[in-house]
């Protein structure tokens, strides 16, 4: 379990923003809810949900987050990104729509809704080696694929032989919905991590 006070600031423009917080909760760390620049202080570590990709980067720059986001993420704040939040983080998104704005701090290459529209969501087993034996439940909805891993990253777990989950210094990103999941591991794993 992570100390007490420690705390979690959670993007909270749209999204699955609410699992998240209620997964960490759930976990004893103390969830914030960011939508302004103020809300980052004090946070130990930051999460970017899934959600539409597009929207929240439009709202990261309505908001005026994108600056200090993506300052304190290339400071070195300990951050978890999932579906949406990971396509932000993206060096490379191949179907990127003119006008999208992304934070370009993961050496990935990666292409949106990859797995199909909505009605072709599904849940997977995956194997992750920093949860132990039992295997993991992968949400897919509307998620990318990752295509290309730099050098800097590290795959934590494949689907297919495709890559879902990776780490790269103090980010961790997935292609699936772990908050949905109802399995509190990899949430509570990337809190052991954070300093």
């Known amino acids: 379990m992570p100390e007490d006070g420690m705390k979690v600031g959670v993007l909270a423009l749209q999204g699955a923003f609410r699992e998240h917080r209620e997964v960490f909760d759930g976990l004893g760390a103390e969830a914030i809810e960011v939508r302004v ?29 994108l600056g200090p986001v993506g300052d304190r993420i290339r400071d070195g704040v300990p951050t978890f990104a999932t579906c949406a939040g990971l396509i932000l983080l993206a060096r490379e998104v191949l ?3 003119d006008g ?3 934070l370009d701090l993961l050496d990935l290459q990666v292409r949106r809704n990859a797995y199909g529209p909505q009605r072709q969501s599904f849940e997977v087993p995956l194997a992750i080696a920093a949860l ?15 295509l290309a891993v730099g050098d800097g990253a590290e795959v934590l777990a494949h689907h297919d032989d495709q890559p879902v989950l990776v780490r790269s210094g103090s980010i961790w990103a997935a292609t699936f919905h772990p908050e949905l999941s109802g399995d509190l591991r990899l949430h509570q794993r990337f809190l052991q991590e954070v300093p």
Request: glycine content about 16%; some cysteine; proline content about 8%.
């Open 37 to 65: 620049s103020e809300d980052l202080a004090g946070c130990d570590s930051l999460v970017l949900p899934g959600g539409e990709s597009t929207v929240i980067g439009k709202l990261l720059v309505s908001s005026g987050l």
């Open 95 to 97: 179907d990127r729509r």
């Open 100 to 102: 999208d704005v992304g």
């Open 132 to 146: 132990g034996a039992r295997p993991f439940p992968g949400v897919f909805i509307r998620a990318p694929a990752i």
